[in-house]
């Protein structure tokens, strides 16, 4: 695997030189936007902290980040993996239609925001801490899965979660008794059958960081979905 050091390239070099390379390893990358969009079929390793727009339009491959990212990673992601050993910023996830993302510990506002799923492809991502607000806002389809694994005093969602939503499920590893969801979803204890659908994310997220999936899925978990198909007019009509 080559190593680049990107120390002194700016974003439109670094990316330059990523598609005239194959799979390879960044080094000192600190900012750089846009790194991997498009990318298909190679693996990169990142040792820093990427820029906005880290795997956007992600079409297949892998992305592994040692370190924090910032905002719209996996921005209309299509196919592939993002994994980061660190937090991630705000809108991840952005209109994602395919592939996951697997975040060790927090994710900013608006986590998930528009993800959906298309035909075969369910977009997946599994956060380990927590989220801020609006996580799931406008949510279409996919998993959202967050783990709450921080304990720092926090609540496992900011404000307004899964507002707008009218698909796809979040789970949230917790009873939720604090938490205010808005009249168009549905929040309630996972069952067997709930957990069994994110079973081998949440083996796959503690494979990659070294965490207990045994301890972590006999905890309890909210499953919260959609129970309007027009849940704008509840929003914004009066009736």
Do not use: W
Request: aromatic share 8%; charged share 20%; with cysteine.
């Amino acid at each position: 695997m080559k190593t680049i050091d990107a120390k002194n390239l700016e974003f439109s070099e670094l990316n330059a030189i990523i598609r005239d390379t194959g799979d390879c390893e960044i080094r000192g990358c600190l900012g750089q936007r846009f790194i991997a969009a498009g990318m298909g079929h190679r693996e990169i390793k990142i040792y820093g902290t990427p820029g906005n727009a880290l795997g956007a339009y992600l079409n297949g491959g892998g992305i592994e980040v040692f370190g924090n990212t910032q905002d719209a990673v996996g921005d209309t992601m299509n196919a592939g993996r993002i994994v980061v050993h660190g937090s991630i910023g705000d809108a991840a996830g952005y209109a994602m239609r395919g592939g996951e993302i697997y975040v060790r510990d927090n994710a900013g506002y608006r986590a998930g925001i528009h993800m959906k799923a298309y035909r075969d492809k369910v977009p997946v991502m599994v956060i380990g801490g927590r989220t801020g607000s609006f996580l799931g806002e406008y949510q279409a389809g996919g998993l959202i899965i967050v783990l709450g694994l921080n304990e720092d005093g926090h609540p496992i969602v900011g404000n307004f979660p899964s507002t707008g939503m009218h698909g796809g499920k979040l789970f949230l590893r917790s009873d939720c008794s604090e938490i205010s969801f808005p009249k168009q979803v549905t929040a309630r204890p996972a069952s067997p059958e709930d957990l069994a659908e994110i079973k081998k994310y949440v083996e796959e997220y503690c494979r990659l960081f070294g965490k207990n999936a045994d301890e972590l899925m006999n905890s309890d978990f909210t499953v919260i979905t959609p129970d309007s198909k027009n849940p704008y007019k509840q929003m914004y009509v009066q009736n």
